[in-house]
């Protein structure tokens, strides 16, 4: 009896297909466990986004606004997080590295409950524009980010006004939420501009990442975000909690807080999400079924 015809230990025949360049046998119980263990294509992940691009397309309107507005509330969090482990962290040797966790914690509140975060439809929504260009894609585009990011602002904005005014803080906790929007102002123009496109691209590879993250989607989502707090990138959402705090004490007018930060740091989120990491992956996988 031939090499192609062993069987194995429990009497079933093994395939032949599958032994490596060892010449060891798998049994087909084994294969399949060798194909769940293995991660999913590039292809299967581009796909798993294009759908979810698709469906957040569709959505209407209103349920839109109410989504996005509870996602901007949400990120809030990453500012009262990290403000308050920085309280209570003081002078500890490293603190920045254990403080900017707190930064990841409106993340994992917005992603985990679903709702609708404006640097992640720069990736998410504009891969089924890629992959079927037409005018009613891009309009459809241009809609989902105007109402997402309108709302996201609006609920951060509601959140710092409330965390300066509604006395539930002691003065030595407002001093470090001032601290880190000043520390963000410090940033010129295009420094936002440049530190938006690393936080724009690390939020994109996150969100590529999250579907084959199974257990660990935590852990991607932490770790992601924690690194554009160290770094000290910029994000359209969670500065905007900083700054915004900033023009609500009277320390930061609004028409700085646009032109300074706002506008440079949103291109860049939009560059760095959508016009590099979105392009490059959906044409690593055009290239590879092509």
Known sequence: MGEETRLKHDGERADP????????????????????????????????????????????????????????????????????????????????LIESLGYSFGFVVVILARQQLFTENTMTAVLPLMSEPSFAKLGSLLRLWSVVLVGNLIGVALFAWGVLHLQQFDTRTQQIFFGLGEALMQNSPWQMFTKGILAGWLIA?????????EQSRVAVIVLTTWLIAVGGFTHIIVGSVETLYLVFAGHLSMADYAVDFALPTLAGNIVGGSLIFALISHAQVRSDVG
Do not use: C
């Open 17 to 96: 297909e599958a032994g490596d360049k060892d010449g060891f046998v798998l049994s087909r119980e084994e294969q399949g466990d060798v194909e769940e263990s293995r991660p999913p294509r590039a292809a299967v992940l581009h796909e798993i986004i294009r759908r979810e691009g698709e469906q957040e397309l569709a959505r209407n309107i209103i349920a839109l606004s109410w989504s996005s507005l509870a996602a901007g509330l949400s990120m809030g969090f990453s500012l009262l997080a990290r403000g308050l482990l920085s309280r209570y962290l003081g002078d500890v040797s490293g603190h920045v």
């Open 205 to 213: 590879t996150m969100v590529w990442l999250l579907p084959s993250a």
